[in-house]
């Protein structure tokens, strides 16, 4: 797959609020959560390594063709 960036015009043609957006994120602007706050406000949240752990490695597997398997004990 090939990815290309859009110009200013191709978001804009796209939605105003895509134009928005990129030039927000061509002048520097980023979005950052706080994970901590996060965690209080859902204390259920879990970490990849938890959700890869639990079941998430064998679902992306499923998924991947291809995929490496786990080296067997």
């Known amino acids: ?7 200013q015009q191709e978001a804009a043609a ?3 609020e895509i134009a928005r957006i990129r ?3 061509m002048s520097g602007a980023r979005w950052h959560a ?3 706050v996060l965690r209080v406000v ?3 949240l ?3 390594t938890d959700r890869l752990a639990e079941s998430g490695a064998a679902a992306l597997r499923a998924r991947l063709p291809g995929a490496a ?3 067997r004990p």
């Open 46 to 48: 879990r970490t990849l």
């Open 34 to 36: 706080d994970i901590e």
């Open 23 to 25: 030039e927000r994120w």
């Open 1 to 7: 797959m090939r990815c290309e960036q859009l110009t």
């Open 69 to 71: 398997r786990p080296p």
């Open 14 to 16: 796209l939605n105003p």
């Open 42 to 44: 859902h204390p259920g």
